[in-house]
């Protein structure tokens, strides 16, 4: 069997927490070697991506605000775990810069793509079913 | 002219009624006996698949709280009519479980998958249309 | 290469500013000679579509409350401007319907079809990826 081809589509921060447990509960169903899934974040959903360590000595030495810490300990955790099952995380450029973060505030897990949508159309273009959780 | 196939995802329990309503009017648009469709609950929104009798006799025997009788009798109503039509409604195992809710507490027209993701990645994969009311 | 195609769903009215945005930023990735993009609104966002010049005279003749200015100066500004960079903006009939606006209240640039969900199903079958801003 071919592998089951996922792209998560994450835009508002609140919806982390449910994406996360929709890909543990679709590993447990079918098993890691049998998956290729990416989440692709943009809009305000990338400010889970900042690093928070990071993000702080920024905001030290600067005036501007940045969008860091949205992430809770639970969801990094998360991400961390699925990153080593073999889940590509990704983030919009464009949404990167709207909040103010630049790519090393980021965790270093984290893809960055020039356009989210650009993604999207290309994954769905080769196959992977879209999931809006 | 092949059958137009499409999975509706349902996440949030307010999301009912536009979707049966989306259903009603694809349905009056392009004839019944033309389309194949399946509507994919799962998160909170399993909710409404409870059926609000036997979780009354559950709820008075046990001290766990269950997630019932959120579907007005409008939804109901709707939801019977559309099975006769040939809607499949389904739902998520581990949501149900996650709402403290028995197979055998929702209604009968309802078919259990054991993940939610699993069966929206099947069914695009088979050529459904996915939609995200 | 092949256009990238993409149908955007909006049915929410607080969407449509990521939606546009989403869409800008698209075109400035790829360059609009290479996508083919079409917006297509049901549910409550065909708000944004109602020219309010001729919404106003509507309810100064009638009692009926009609849907109308809801898209900000901003937001018709973007649109037009989409529109002549190629994006096809589309209305459902239902839904108009339902938020009471006649098909001579809306602008010009928009197509309206018979049912929403019709035409989501189609482009899919057809190639174009699915998003939900």
């Known amino acids: 069997m071919d592998n089951l081809k996922v792209l998560f589509h994450v835009n508002e921060p609140e919806r982390w ?25 943009n809009g305000a959903a990338v400010s889970a991506y900042a690093n928070a360590n990071k993000c702080q000595i920024a905001e030290s030495s600067s005036e501007i605000e940045h969008s ?3 992430a809770s300990g639970d969801l990094l955790e998360q991400m961390n775990k699925l990153t080593k099952m073999g889940v590509r995380f990704v983030a919009c450029r464009n949404s990167l810069r709207m909040k ?7 965790y270093s897990y984290v893809t960055v793509v020039s ?10 273009a080769e196959g992977y079913a879209y999931i809006k959780p």
Not at 17 to 41: C, M, S, Y
Not at 115 to 124: C, D, F, S
């Open 115 to 124: 356009a989210g949508i650009t993604e999207i159309v290309k994954k769905q």
């Open 68 to 70: 860091c810490g949205i």
């Open 17 to 41: 927490k449910r994406t996360l447990l929709n890909i543990i509960n679709f590993l447990n169903d079918v098993g890691q070697e049998n998956v290729d899934i990416e989440v692709l974040a």
């Open 100 to 106: 103010s973060l630049d790519e090393n505030m980021i």
